[in-house]
Structure formats: structure tokens, C-alpha cells
């Protein structure tokens, strides 16, 4: 099987980890995700002003990518492009005006209409692959380990482009039993992360990270689970500035789902780029005593 | 130029040699109007837009350089009367066209950040650095349009913000420094030197390097040549001529490795 796939920027830069697992992962289990030929930015952050269509030019453009490759659905990973793009899709699906605008905008392209179905990869799974068929696909169960879903703001809201409604949970859960592990809700998994106010008002963005660092821990975690790069960078690059002042009692595994996934589904360690995580994600999974070749990776 | 006095006249009679788009026209000759920032001439209808500056009086101080379609210095914007489309080309390459409205841009202001190749690394985190900007890109295409050496602006901006440095590079290979693109944005990026550092840093640093370039330059330097070379100086004419002469040759299509010469002294 193949499949149309939007990777984002951030991906092919900083978060190859969640990239490369997720593809590693995917043809695992004989599906090709097959990255667009030519695809720009998603727009990032998604536009609340009424009359402000330009920044959903990014996206559409995208979509309008997708369709030229006569994708019916568009399968994404990161949270934020996830979010951008389905919601440039519903304007364009539903809101007569604004797409004609933004068709006439970009003239040289194909008119688009809402073809191509935005879905996040575990939407994917869920709806295309099936949980027992990765509960049979699974080499190396990930026994032994507690794990917290974490969905931040961007996979749930707005309710109507939530990958399952806001307060469910449930597909990461369902992803992670598969794998092996044991799985923890906690009462975070959907406060902020912080965000960008990373950049300008750090201090608050480092108290939302930590309580949520704090409260999953408290919760019996061993490590945090998550779907986007600038939560990644939030609650797992800044552990250190948050363990420097106190704000978190210890290092807190933090994983893209998809790391997980491949790991568990046999593919090599190497693709996963655990040294891209905090260390002590490969600490965690050495601890368990998984068969996993990780002193590569250690090394990088 | 001097206020409604018909150009062709005074030029006419000042110039003595009319070659290649002669200002005389010949008998029979074809003439469309084109409106120069806004003022209208009759050209001969096959002359490039910079002949026909040229041909109505104009003449370039700024704006031409090469006329060969390759230095960027002739960019021209124009619109067909009753087209809303804008059309982007160089002045040098591009023919007229009856009822074009043209000016051309021969600069357009566009930041330049100052770097020492030496010193920055060939990463993503270096371009952005130095051109935060990029960020600014609503990925609008007006730069793609505005090219007129089709280079797929946006395209190796995305290139970019994704850290593929090499593919920008290659993407935008054909581009001339025109600025057209820079013209037309609205993120304010300066699109065309960006490009240049992302082919700088793919020159310098990622592209891969010739092993046997390298080697034969050692040997160069080693002075294995020197001997051999100062030999063929102390012949005379004839003994070079027959130096010439009897060389041996790799004949044509020989597989790699399967010819030797006879004499293997200098290998």
C-alpha cells in the first residue's frame, strides 16, 4: 500500500527522529509513505483573523500538491502541520467564499475544493491498519514500560479537526497497548506545552512544561510520549534549563510515538535516532532490557 | 531625452552605421507600438526590448550588461494592455510585443548579510542566521512567477526552511541575480542572495570533491613533473616536432585499463 505523505519542515530538519521512525515504521508494516514531490511550509500556526487568507495560501498549496498526485488522503505527523492544514482544508471545503478567493489568489494552480482528506498517522492506523494487525506486526514488545500520552493542544482542537475528540485519548493508548506497553493517562495531556512563548516569554513557557513533566511523573510514568517537534523541544530539549531550576525533580524520558512504533515493530535502533532525544530515553529503554542494539546511537 | 522631439529623427541622423537593428528602417518594415514607462513608441516589431530602447534613443548606462540573456542586469517588468497578468523577462531575450507596457528594474534594493565562507558551517542553522527572513515566506509564488529564468523560487526557499541546502542549490542553479523575485515579495525576503549562500556553502562544502584532482595537484606540487618538463624546454623545433610526431596514442573507445603505452617513464 501506498500513501501520500506531507512530512514538514521540521522533520527533514530538526526532528528527523520522528520522520525517519515513522517511514521506518510504516514500510514495517508494507505500507509506503510516499513524501509529496514538491511541498512548502505548512504555515505553522493557523490564522484566526476573518479577512486574513493569506497565510492559508501555504497550506492550500500543499493540498493542492496533494491532489495533483491524485492522493485521496494526505497522511501528516507533526501536530502543527496536522492542525494547519486540515483547517485550511475545511475553509476550502466549506466556506464558499474564501475558497473561490483563495482559487482566483492562486491562479496559475488547479482549483481546489477540500479533496484530499487531511489525516494524522494515527488516524491512519486506527481507520486503515487496524490495532490487532500491530499487535501481530510487533517483533519486540515494549513490556515492562509505563508510558504517558501527551496530545498538547493541536491534535484535538478545534473539535472539528480533532484527530478524536478532545478528552478521549484513546489512539495513542491504543497504539502504545499494542505495542506491549502499559499506558497512563494523565490529568496534563492536554495543557500547552508553552509553545512559542518559548521565544518570548520563556519563563511561562517553562512553567506549563514543567507541570506537565511533573504531573505525568506523579501520574507513575516512565516516560512521556508525544507527536510534535516544538512540544518535543519544550518538554524534552529544555529538561535541562528546567532540572537547572528546579522545576522538574529528574530527567523525564520524552519519545516520538513513532520511535516507539519502529522500535517495537524490529526496525534498527539507527533509523529511530534516539540521540536526537534527551539521554535519558536511551538509558530508559536500556534499563528495560530490550533487545535493541543501542550503542550506536549512544555513540552519535 | 528632450521633450517631444521624435527620437528616431535625431538618432537617424547622428548615427552612420546601421547594423543589426538598424535605426533605418527598411522598406516594407513593420512597426508595433510598446509604451515605455508610459510613453508610447513605434518599433520594428522583431526588435528585443532592449533594441527598442535603443532604437527610440535610450541609451543604457545601468541596466545592460552582457545582451546575452545571462548577467541579470536587464530585468524588465511589463503588462499586455488588457491583460491583468504581470509579465517578467530580460530586456536582452525578450521580443516586443505590440501594446506592451514595460519599465525595467535594474536593481532592486534587497539586504545582503555579510559572512566569511571560512568561518560559518555548512548548516540549515547558518542560513537562518543570517537570513531570519526566510521564515517570513506565506509561500504566495509570486517569486516563481516573477523569475524570468524559471527557477522555482519557492521551491528551493522551502528547500531551505526543510535544511536541504543542496537542493536549494541546485534548484536554483539558473539564477542570475536579477532580483525580480525580491521585487515581488511580500515576506520582504531577498530571495536571490540567499540562493547564493546556499550555493556557496554547497560549492565549498557538500559537494563532493574530485579524489584524483586532488591527488594529481599533490603531485604537481611534489615536483614529480618538473624533471619531464624542463626536458621538453631544452628541445629545439625539431626535436619537439618529432617528439610530436611519434607519440603514442590511446586509441578511440578503448575500455578503461586496457592499453598501456610502450614507454611508461613518466608514469
Redesign the interface.
Same mark, same amino acid.
Given at each position: 500500500m501506498k500513501v501520500s505523505y506531507y512530512p514538514g519542515?521540521t522533520l &527533514?530538519? &530538526?526532528a528527523k527522529n520522528l520522520d525517519e521512525s515513522a517511514v521506518a515504521a510504516m514500510a514495517a508494516l508494507g505500507v509506503e509513505m510516499e513524501e509529496l514531490p514538491?511541498?512548502?511550509?505548512c504555515?505553522a500556526v493557523h490564522s484566526l483573523a476573518d479577512d486574513d487568507l493569506?497565510?492559508h495560501?501555504?497550506p492550500v498549496?500543499d493540498l493542492i500538491r496533494a491532489k495533483e498526485q491524485g492522493a485521496e488522503i494526505l497522511v501528516t505527523l507533526c501536530s502543527m502541520c496536522y492542525n494547519s492544514l486540515a483547517r485550511a482544508n475545511l475553509i476550502m471545503r466549506d466556506d464558499e467564499e474564501k475558497r473561490r478567493t483563495i482559487n482566483l489568489?492562486?491562479d496559475?494552480e488547479i482549483d481546489y475544493q477540500g479533496e484530499v482528506e487531511v489525516v494524522h498517522l494515527l488516524g491512519f492506523l486506527d481507520q486503515r491498519i487496524g490495532w490487532s494487525t500491530i499487535r501481530e506486526a510487533v517483533k519486540v514488545p515494549l513490556r515492562g514500560m509505563v508510558l504517558a500520552p501527551y496530545y498538547g493542544c493541536t491534535l484535538q482542537r478545534p473539535r472539528d479537526v480533532a484527530m478524536e475528540p478532545p478528552g478521549s485519548f484513546q489512539m495513542m493508548r491504543r497504539l502504545l497497548e499494542a505495542l506491549g506497553s502499559e499506558v497512563v493517562h494523565f490529568p496534563a495531556a492536554d495543557l500547552c506545552c508553552g509553545s512559542y512563548q518559548i521565544l518570548a516569554h520563556p519563563e511561562a513557557a517553562e512553567s506549563s512544561s514543567a507541570v506537565i513533566l511533573q504531573t505525568a511523573v506523579q501520574a507513575g510514568a516512565d516516560a512521556l510520549v508525544l507527536s510534535c517537534p516544538l512540544c518535543d523541544f519544550n518538554l524534552g530539549k529544555r529538561q535541562a534549563s528546567l532540572l537547572e531550576q528546579g522545576r522538574i525533580e529528574k530527567e523525564v524520558p520524552v519519545f516520538y510515538f513513532t520511535q516507539l512504533f519502529a522500535l517495537a515493530l524490529g526496525v534498527s535502533p539507527d533509523l529511530c535516532h534516539l540521540e536526537l532525544n534527551t539521554p535519558s530515553c536511551i538509558s530508559l529503554l536500556k534499563q528495560k532490557g530490550y533487545p535493541f542494539d543501542l550503542d550506536e546511537a549512544e555513540r552519535v | 531625452m528632450a521633450e517631444g522631439r521624435p527620437m528616431q529623427a535625431q538618432q537617424t541622423q547622428e548615427m552612420k552605421v546601421a547594423t543589426g537593428d538598424r535605426p533605418i528602417l527598411p522598406e516594407g518594415a513593420r512597426t508595433v507600438p510598446i509604451y515605455i514607462m508610459g510613453k508610447r513608441y513605434e518599433v520594428p516589431e522583431t526588435l528585443t526590448i532592449m533594441k527598442a530602447m535603443e532604437y527610440v534613443g535610450y541609451k543604457f548606462v545601468r541596466g545592460a550588461g552582457c545582451r546575452g540573456g545571462i548577467c541579470g542586469a536587464c530585468s524588465t517588468v511589463y503588462r499586455k494592455a488588457g491583460d491583468y497578468k504581470l509579465h517578467f523577462g530580460l530586456a536582452c531575450q525578450t521580443v516586443v510585443e505590440p501594446n506592451m507596457y514595460l519599465t525595467q528594474i535594474p536593481f532592486y534594493p534587497a539586504n545582503r548579510a555579510v559572512y566569511d565562507i571560512e568561518e560559518i558551517e555548512p548548516t540549515?542553522d547558518s542560513v537562518y542566521e543570517l537570513y531570519p527572513e526566510l521564515f517570513r515566506?506565506?509561500?504566495?509564488?509570486n517569486c516563481t #512567477?516573477a523569475c524570468p529564468m524559471g527557477v522555482e523560487v519557492?521551491?528551493y526557499?522551502?528547500a531551505l #526552511?526543510?535544511?536541504?541546502i543542496a537542493r536549494a542549490a541546485q534548484l536554483s542553479f539558473d539564477c542570475i541575480q536579477c532580483g525580480l523575485c525580491a521585487s515581488r515579495c511580500?515576506g520582504e525576503l531577498p530571495q536571490y542572495h540567499i540562493a547564493q549562500l546556499a550555493r556557496r556553502l554547497y560549492g565549498k562544502y557538500i559537494q563532493p570533491r574530485a579524489e584524483h584532482l586532488k591527488k594529481r595537484v599533490e603531485e604537481i606540487l611534489s615536483g614529480k613533473y618538473d624533471a619531464m618538463l624542463e626536458e621538453v624546454q631544452r628541445m629545439n623545433r625539431e626535436e619537439l616536432e618529432k617528439l610530436y610526431e611519434e607519440r603514442e596514442r590511446e586509441p578511440d573507445l578503448t575500455p578503461p585499463g586496457a592499453w598501456m603505452p610502450k614507454d611508461i617513464r613518466y608514469l
Open positions: 519542515c &527533514k530538519s &530538526k514538491r511541498w512548502n511550509c504555515g493569506i497565510h495560501v501555504a498549496r489568489f492562486m496559475e | 540549515a515566506c506565506v509561500a504566495c509564488n #512567477k519557492l521551491d526557499i522551502s #526552511k526543510q535544511g536541504d511580500m
